[in-house]
């Protein structure tokens, strides 16, 4: 009974982050996130750092300010699932950008959420 009491312990301690969207309802496992004012200011600087990327193209040495903020306001766990949302969706911008320049691109080039917790 221990051994499941622990299992059971050690799943609710691993934080779930939330998607990007602010509207979803969100399942928060991480008591200092608890509170909306908090995941707020997580995404909200998130978003300052990921526009200071984009007016930089992606130079991340122009943002270093943005990017410590972000790292301050939300959880490490969060912080890597975002980066990893943003990296796919700038992949998938660019796959149809070439798509609609009348490229063909096989859909194995394009990522899912299974090839993409294979490069943690």
């Given at each position: 009974m221990a051994a499941e009491e622990t299992a059971s312990q050690s799943s609710?301690?691993?934080s779930s982050p939330p998607?990007?969207?602010?509207?979803?309802?969100v399942k928060v496992s991480r008591p200092e996130m608890a509170k909306s004012s908090k995941r707020k200011n997580c995404w909200e600087?998130?978003?300052l750092y990921f526009d200071c990327l984009e007016k930089h193209e992606n130079e991340q040495s122009a943002c270093s300010v943005e990017k410590?903020?972000?790292?301050i306001a939300c959880p490490g766990s969060w912080v890597k699932h975002f980066n990893k949302l943003r990296i796919q969706a700038r992949y998938r911008a660019s796959i149809q950008q070439l798509r609609d320049?009348?490229?063909?691109v096989p859909e194995s080039a394009v990522f899912d959420e299974a090839?993409?917790?294979?490069?943690?």
């Open positions: 609710k301690d691993e998607e990007l969207s602010e509207t979803s309802p600087k998130r978003d410590e903020a972000y790292g320049k009348g490229a063909t090839s993409m917790s294979q490069h943690d």
